[in-house]
């Protein structure tokens, strides 16, 4: 069976992680949120998987390639063009970017799946599909509900008793909202729905496709369903999602590494005096990472690998990716630390480096950086909560 993952956004919502990361390589624990979506594809015999890519196309495909490994066959679909030898990524937008592939050669040829990459979900795919069939749908939106405050982030649906959508609202304010089932991006789809999409044109699927369904009385279903759907489309949403995974509250993904206290996992060659420093779980420590005495960690945390946590810093609900050195007694509270950028739970950044703070919170594969003790006070009173 066929399948589309859309991988081409830029993931603005998750800058600063998206200047280099593009969102389906978002790690999870040290996996990319899009794997997670292939072994879910594959375990329901979705075997032919097309991607479209623009925002750092090449990083995803050197990671996936043809999909050998994960057990299905990819191809990539790259909307863009070269400048300079380089690719420049011109998204078409998602219900463009299905298009694009079709008109190329008619590769969905019967009922296929289309799924945002940027989402943990375990949902049952193979009922969904049966829902949809056994209603004669030409497209279906699986849905959730969520509190009102929440609606303006997501497209709202509005159905009749039989699922049938009525009005399909691309994040409404919440006056607007006409009801709180939004729109989870899982879309099932027969080929005919391509005939509303125009051709090489941007187009998408929830701002440009669906209400031309509504409006033309196509049958386009809702099927709602209670699954776990994790959605990093923010920076507070990657924030919890990880939060989310430490205190084991999402399945099918576990903490890797070994457990070498309860709640305390580490990847390979960590190096740490257990003894002369203060761990609570849940934390995730990556490989070859050192963790000075005296340092707190208080979970849930995750530190990445090849990191380096200097003596006297505090390491508290936050995530620090790969190849990052805090310095001696900084204290992070709520904060994600990404290369030159430190991020509070609700986006707000400071680019350290642009701060002229960067000899505090640096990359560990530099020289470690020259600390005046006056310098240290100012950047603890910066951070701290």
Known sequence: MKAMILAAGKGTRVRPITYTIPKPLIPILQKPVMEFLLELLRQHGFDQVMVNVSHLANEIESYFRDGQRFGVEIAYSFEGRIMDGQLVGEALGSAGGLRRIQDFSPF???????????????????????????????????????PKDQVSSYGVVVTDEEGRIKAFQEKPSVEEALSTMINTGIYIFEPEVIDYIPSNQVFDIGGDLFPKLVESNAPFYAIAREFQW????????????????????????????????????????????????????????????????????????????????????????????????????IRLVDKLVFGRYCVDKNGATIDVQAAALDW????????????????????EELLRE
């Open 108 to 146: 969905f040829d019967d009922t296929f799946i289309v799924l945002c990459g940027d989402a943990l979900i375990d949902l049952d795919l193979t009922e969904a599909i049966q829902w949809h069939k056994s209603r004669g749908a030409i497209a279906t939106i699986v849905t959730k509900t969520v």
């Open 230 to 329: 994790v959605d990093i489309g923010k920076v507070p949403d990657y924030w919890h999602a990880i939060r989310s995974v430490l205190q084991g509250d999402v399945r099918n993904v576990a903490i890797p590494g070994k457990e070498v206290f309860p709640g305390v996992y580490t990847g390979l060659n960590v190096v740490v005096n257990w003894d002369k420093v203060h761990v609570k779980g849940p934390v995730y420590i990556g490989g070859m990472t050192r963790i000075e005495d005296g340092a707190t960690i208080i979970g849930p945390t995750m530190i990445g690998p090849s990191c380096h946590i200097c003596s006297g810093a505090t390491v508290d609900n936050s995530v620090i990716f790969e190849y990052s050195r805090l310095g001696a007694g």
């Open 360 to 379: 505090l919170i640096t990359d560990a594969r530099q020289s470690p950086p020259h600390q005046e003790p006056a310098e240290r006070k100012a950047i």
